[in-house]
Structures are given as C-alpha cells and as structure tokens.
C-alpha cells in the first residue's frame, strides 16, 4: 500500500504547474491532495485511465474539453512520464446517478483493462433525493466488480459549492469514505481539500454547482501527483524531487 505524506515540491514538477494552472486563476489548494492510490502502477505497461462519473468528470462548467479535469491530468501525466503511452478517458456523463454508471462498467471500464479508475460518483444522488443507503448498495457493486477485475479505484467525492452543500452532498460522501475504508481503496476528499484554498469559491462555475477551469486544473495537478508515486517505477520527475 502506498500512502502520500505530502505534495510534491512544484519547483521540481514545474512542468505540472505550468499545465495545470490557467492564467489569472486563484492558487491551488495547499497541503496533502487527500488521495490514495492503493496499488503500485506498472508504467512499464501502457498507463490507461477512465475517469468514470457525472458532470463534474465529463466537464460541466469548463471552457471546452481540453479544460475538463480528464484531459489535464492526461497532459500532466504524459508530461511527467516520457516516452510512455498515457491514456485517460473521460467516461463522464452528465446528469448520470451510480446506478447508471454502474450500467456502464462492463461496456465502457472493464472492457479497456485500465490501470486504475477514477470513480466521481454520489452528486447527482444528493440532487435528485436518492437514498445514500441505495446508493451504498450500488456502489459496493460497482467495486465488487473491478476488484474482481483486479483493477485499482480512487473514489472522488463531491465538490464543495453551494448547490451541493444545500442538497445534502455531504450524506453521499460520507458513504463514499466508509467503502474506501471498508474495500480498501484510494479515495479523494474534494470537500477538505477545497476547503484549504485562499478562496474555495473561485473553484467554483457560476451555476454555483460545477468547478470552473481553475478548479479542474487544480484537482488534476493533486490528482496526478497523488498517482505520481505510485507508478512503478517511480517517475522520473518525482524522483528528482525525493533527492
């Protein structure tokens, strides 16, 4: 198991910096990202990730897809791993709840044997006044099925932004941090790390809902320095920065 203690120094992933913040846009959370990646990934092999969920994984409130959380932190990733073949694919669908999602995984997760998936899942629950006890239910299943698989999770919870705050987002993502604990997978608490940004709400779209560029930008830099060190073997930029 690998646990990330802090972040990266940025002075030695300045290409990450650089890809990752947008002119003009507010600082990125400071201290630890929040995320585990629980497994050790084979970059040796082709590094394949899906970034399954709603929205705020296909791209609501960004300025065009090259702006949407996925297709950064494909770019960091590359950037930071030479020579490799880095894929992400952005499996997000918008207004979609877990049980959809989950409809999905045979067709559009397992069948590309990714290295690890990044499962943002439980907003759209809050908003519509689902049961977080069924979405429990269907999320187990979910991860049933890509353990059996043998393939990693970090699971993403929910933005902090006045709509999800005022539909009870917090309920949903409580049941996301007690299966990461219960299955022993990575998880990514949006909610504490925004809440150490200078100010969270510059993350956040106007529909008062969606992160905006500089929130996805942000939580892909924290997202690919989370995955960094557990790529096997270590990345070279990250490894510079261990010296």
Wanted: aromatic share 4%; with cysteine; charged share 20%.
């Amino acid at each position: 198991m690998l646990t990330r203690h802090g972040r990266i120094p940025l002075a030695a992933l300045g290409l990450l910096t650089a890809l990752a913040a947008p002119a003009g846009a507010s600082p990125c959370p400071a201290g630890p990202a929040g995320a585990v990646v629980e497994a050790r990934l084979n970059a040796g092999r082709p590094l394949t990730i899906v970034a399954l969920g709603s929205s705020s994984t296909e791209g609501a409130g960004a300025s065009g897809p090259h702006a949407t959380y996925p297709a950064r932190l494909e770019a960091l990733l590359r950037g930071a791993l030479p020579g490799r073949t880095v894929r992400v694919i952005n499996a997000g669908r918008s207004g979609q709840t877990s049980d959809e999602m989950l409809a999905r995984i045979e067709n559009q997760v397992l069948v590309r044997r990714p290295s690890l998936v990044i499962w943002q899942a439980g907003g759209n629950e809050a908003l519509k006044g689902r049961s977080p006890e069924e979405f429990e239910r269907v999320m187990r299943e979910g991860l049933r099925r890509l353990a059996m698989a043998g393939i990693p999770v970090v699971l993403l919870d929910n933005q902090r932004s006045p709509r999800m705050v005022a539909a009870g987002g917090e309920r949903f993502d409580a049941v996301m941090a007690a299966l990461a604990e219960a299955r022993g997978v990575g998880l990514f608490r949006r909610g504490a790390w925004q809440a150490s940004a200078p100010d969270p709400q510059a993350l956040v779209a106007g529909d008062g809902l969606h992160m905006n560029d500089a929130g996805y930008a942000c939580l892909a830099q924290a997202l690919a320095e989370a995955i960094l060190p557990a790529v096997e073997p270590p990345a070279p930029a990250f490894a510079a920065a261990r010296r």
